[in-house]
Antibody, heavy 117, light 110 residues
Framework: EVQLVESGGGLVKPGGSLRLSCAAS????????MTWVRQAPGKGLEWVSS????????FYAASVRGRFTVTRDNARNSLYLQMSSLRAEDTAIYYC??????????WGQGTLVTVSS | QSVLAQPPSASGTPGQRVTMSCSGS????????INWYRQLPGTAPKLLIY???QRPSGVPDRFSGSASGTSASLAISGLQSADEADYYC???????????FGGGTKLTVL
């Protein structure tokens, strides 16, 4: 059974940093592109970042480029999102998703990040 | 500006057929396939339709998708109260070089 479990969310002050983790199981992690999607409270979904298996190529939404860094550790079946220079508008539930090209077939339960002073 | 436009709300009665639209442009729907996700209240989204009209295993054939030109639509037949949820279209956008989500349609079953 495919499982994606996010962790690392919490309350952080504006300008601060946070590192999210996603533990994957039930599939061959190293062969899949992995992605982060977020959802601000009461709002819609927003694609944040993806990391492919080909040369570990990375993609970022314009709203986070230069502030967020996605990495993966295939030996630990884990995906990470290092977030810095956090802003109030980064407050959201962050979902780890398995990416099959341009669609996402499995989603984690999400981890809440709150940016507030 | 790259946008996938969805009506904010839709409604229907049990047993009815409802459709939801997703309007885009040449950089997204016009050149890439569209996918649909359903988000039940308080839960993570789930894949409902991929590649315009394909259903993942376990999704009943009450759900169908289509796309033409720069528009896509999701149809639900035999509407059930359990179908009350938010529905999002999404797809790759060549201009953004990333995935674009629509704003979502909240479906109410009356």
């Amino acid at each position: 059974e495919v499982q994606l479990v996010e962790s690392g969310g919490g309350l952080v002050k504006p300008g601060g940093s946070l590192r999210l983790s996603c533990a994957a199981s039930g599939f061959t992690f190293e062969t899949y592109t992995m992605t982060w999607v977020r959802q601000a409270p009461g709002k819609g979904l927003e694609w944040v970042s993806s990391m492919s298996t080909v040369n570990n190529y990375t993609f970022y939404a314009a709203s986070v480029r230069g502030r967020f860094t996605v990495t993966r550790d295939n030996a630990r079946n884990s995906l990470y999102l290092q977030m810095s220079s956090l802003r109030a508008e980064d407050t959201a539930i962050y979902y780890c998703v398995r990416d099959l090209g341009d669609y996402f077939d499995y989603w984690g339960q999400g981890t809440l990040v709150t940016v507030s002073s | 500006q790259s946008v996938l436009a969805q009506p904010p709300s839709a409604s229907g009665t049990p047993g009815q057929r409802v459709t939801m639209s997703c309007s885009g442009s040449s950089s997204n729907i016009g050149s890439n396939t569209i996918n649909w996700y359903r988000q039940l209240p308080g839960t993570a989204p789930k894949l409902l339709i991929y590649s315009n009209n394909q259903r993942p295993s376990g999704v009943p054939d009450r759900f169908s998708g289509s796309a033409s030109g720069t528009s896509a639509s999701l149809a639900i037949s035999g509407l059930q109260s359990a179908d009350e949820a938010d529905y999002y279209c999404a797809g790759w956008d060549d201009s953004l070089n990333g995935v674009l989500f629509g704003g979502g349609t909240k479906l109410t079953v009356l």
